[in-house]
């Protein structure tokens, strides 16, 4: 055999060894997942004990499956792994800091949630257990059970629906007003620039034009102040962002005005942040863990992913912990795509960066929506935690 012919041989067997042993582990998993609620891999620091206990408090049909990183994307582990069990029911797969639910809506759901409130592969199974609702329960023991399910609504099942319609609805107030906490920021810091410009405005030189233009920012600022205050929901507050948009734009528009300058072009906010003011130009950018996309970004921006580094990117608090935006929540999606309308990013954040679902192809138990999200750094806890793309 030739040195080529050797060389090749040897590239193809390191590519092929980590793709077995992949291989491998999900069949291990799916083995143990006939007869048990839980896998962990040896070597995960998961208490597959305490799961086992929350999964039978929950009454639900789930089995979970705590892999390695090296197994691959926890996306395509999941359906997978359904298809090989071969039984009904949801399914969960954790693959380094990424969780994988489905197949249904509210496993989906459950997943991107759970991810983006945690920190640690424990937390965030249990916390996907948690919020996984009852009517996802009765999968995996036959008609019986799905009959006593049916019976008990008109007592403690009722009870148990009650308290976990409650209890979503607390975790909704709180995400909300944690929403409504970062857009007040916003809303501060246009009052605050509003009133150093105002002096400014009362000198018998000004022009028409910066009058006109801080008419504008006044009256967008007290449009976006009366919305807020009776905001109650997180669709209540895209109105929110469209109003400081223009209200900034105004600002940039009075000041340049006020300077003798040309007024900048009314462009799309820079996406890593609307407050660097209008972009300059597009940029090939990619989420952490997600595809390469065009983004409008102010040049400062621009010129940093260019380079390969960070973008400035604004952070909002989730949880008492500091994430860009994009990778906040669906929650956040109403208030950060007003700053940019019908532009490009209510279609990212909702479809992609924090959509959190895709169509799984096939049929059989792999069918439906399978999705989640990640959370932490290499190791769990510690940092930031949310990003990335939760999207096929």
């Known amino acids: 055999m030739g040195v080529r012919a050797l060389l090749l041989s ?11 042993a992949a291989q491998d582990e999900l069949d291990r998993a799916a083995q143990a997942l006939r007869d048990d609620t839980v896998y962990v891999a040896p070597g995960e620091d998961v208490d597959a004990a305490a799961l086992r206990d929350a999964i039978e408090r ?26 090989r069990v071969g039984e009904p029911g949801t399914y969960a797969v954790v693959a380094g800091n990424r969780i994988a639910a489905g197949p249904s ?25 948690e919020r996984l609702p009852d009517e996802e ?15 008990g609504l008109a007592g403690a099942g ?7 319609r409650r209890r979503r609805r607390r975790e909704e107030a709180a995400e909300f007003a944690e929403v409504k906490d970062n857009a007040r920021d916003d809303l501060v810091a246009l009052g605050d620039e509003i009133r150093a410009l105002d ?16 008419e504008t920012a006044v009256n967008a600022y007290d449009r976006a102040n009366r919305t807020y205050s009776t905001a109650g929901r997180p669709e209540d507050l895209e109105p929110v962002g469209e109003a400081l948009e223009e209200g900034r734009w105004a600002m940039l528009s009075a000041r340049a005005r006020l300077e003798g300058r040309e007024p900048p072009e009314r462009r799309s906010p820079c996406f890593f942040d609307p407050r660097h003011g209008p972009s300059s130009r597009e940029v090939e950018w990619a989420p952490y863990g997600g595809a390469p996309r065009m983004v409008p970004a102010c040049e400062a921006d621009a010129q940093r992913v260019e380079r390969g580094e960070d973008p400035e990117a604004r952070e909002v608090t989730v949880g008492g912990q500091r994430v860009p935006y994009w990778a906040a929540g ?59 793309d939760f999207g096929g």
């Open 199 to 214: 002096l400014d405005m009362q000198m018998p030189d000004v022009s028409d034009g910066a009058k006109t233009d801080y």
């Open 330 to 388: 669906p929650a956040y999606a109403p208030f950060m795509g007003g700053f940019y309308g019908s532009g490009i990013l209510p279609g990212l954040l909702i479809g992609t960066a924090l959509g959190g679902m895709w169509d799984a192809p096939g049929a059989g138990a792999s069918g439906g929506d399978w999705g989640g999200g990640d959370w932490g750094g290499g190791d769990f806890g510690g940092g930031d935690f949310g990003g990335g």
């Open 137 to 151: 329960s009765g999968g995996g023991d036959g008609a019986g059970t799905g009959v006593l399910v049916l019976l």
């Open 58 to 83: 929950s009454g639900e049909n789930v089995r979970i499956a705590v892999l390695p990183a090296s197994a691959g994307d926890a996306r395509q582990l999941a359906p997978d792994l359904a298809d």
């Open 158 to 164: 009722g009870v148990a629906v009650a308290i976990s």
């Open 10 to 20: 040897l590239t193809l067997l390191l590519v092929a060894a980590p793709a077995a």
């Open 105 to 129: 809506d509210e496993a989906v759901d459950a997943a991107t949630e759970a991810a983006a409130a945690n920190g640690s592969a424990q937390a965030v199974l249990l916390d996907f257990v």
